[in-house]
């Protein structure tokens, strides 16, 4: 019986750590990808080294921020039976692996470099305030979320000692934003009227305004990664294909379909939508096949 009680606290554990999540840390690996170093042994070592303390980190965050919103998550229609708010983790038990695995990430970042570790401390902090209150601060929540995106982006060109150019940063950010503002919008739409209950800052955002911030954000992202392609292909064009400028039709497109499923009530659960659409999906395949040939081989 005792056994049974410990595989089942134990599946719990793996299931509050949220693997499927770790999809978001790839973006370590987009500053070494877009400099076209990754093919580089030592550099691909160092990436995937960093891949696995974020994702380290990143799960010891959840275990935790579930210990922290379990009362808030028993409310919410999806996220009450997550382990720790339906009882089969118990929260001691929890907020201690929670820590444990984030340290682990931590050490292990120390193992790619102090600046790199210093990175990632930066996005404990930042996620541990998140936790104990600035979820609750309207536009500052949604800053902060899209924020650890930024931070993982950021991370994987200190892990490798790549420089981040200024389109990346702005790319990277309010591609960001996008995709937090529309998780928002999603929330808003599914939880209706009892959204605050859930989560405060719900109960502050109209609908309109979270959907003038998602358009926002998804057209400045759209205009600078056409700005920088364009520059790119100026830079780097040797008379070949024009692969830098045609990476952004793709682009283009994911983040026009996003927006539809967006507007039709999916944005909830993002790893759901980029996982569950076909299209987007392929979208995003035949993206990277561009964008890895015009940075791998060449215009």
Not at 77 to 83: E, G, L, M, V
Not at 121 to 138: D, E, F, M, Q, S
Request: charged share 15%; with cysteine.
């Amino acid at each position: 019986m005792a056994s049974n009680g410990a595989a089942g606290i134990v599946s719990g554990l793996l299931r509050a750590a949220r693997p499927k999540q770790w999809a978001k840390n790839v973006l370590v690996l987009a500053a070494p990808g877009a400099a076209g170093v990754l093919t580089h042994r030592v550099v691909l070592e160092r990436s995937v080294v960093a891949l696995a303390a974020f994702c380290l980190v990143a799960s010891g965050n959840y275990i935790v921020n579930d210990v922290v919103d379990r009362e808030a998550d028993r409310r919410h229609p999806t996220k009450r039976h997550r382990p720790i708010a339906s009882g089969a983790v118990p929260e001691p038990t929890a907020l201690v692996v929670g820590l444990v695995v984030g340290a682990l990430g931590l050490g292990l970042a120390f193992v790619v470099g102090w600046k790199f570790a210093a990175v990632v401390g930066i996005y404990i902090a930042l996620t541990t305030a998140y936790n104990l209150g600035l979820k609750h601060v309207a536009v500052v929540d949604i800053a902060v979320v899209a924020s650890g995106f930024v931070i993982r982006a950021v991370a994987g060109g200190v892990a490798v000692r790549v420089p981040i150019s200024q389109w990346f940063l702005i790319v990277a950010s309010f591609g960001s934003l996008f995709m937090v503002a529309g998780k928002r919008y999603g929330e808003h739409k599914d939880l209706g009227d009892d959204r605050a209950s859930v989560r405060s800052t719900l109960g502050d955002y109209p609908l309109s305004y979270l959907r003038y911030v998602w358009m926002t954000a998804s057209a400045i992202a759209m205009t600078a990664y056409c700005l920088w392609a364009f520059e790119q292909q100026h830079l780097t064009s040797k008379g070949g294909l024009p692969l830098y400028e045609l990476s952004i039709v793709p682009f283009v497109l994911a983040l026009l379909r996003y927006a539809l499923l967006l507007e039709t009530g999916h944005g909830s659960a993002p790893e759901d939508v980029i996982l569950g659409d076909q299209t987007l999906l392929v979208l995003g395949v035949v993206w990277i096949a561009v964008f890895g040939l015009a940075v791998y081989v060449g215009s």
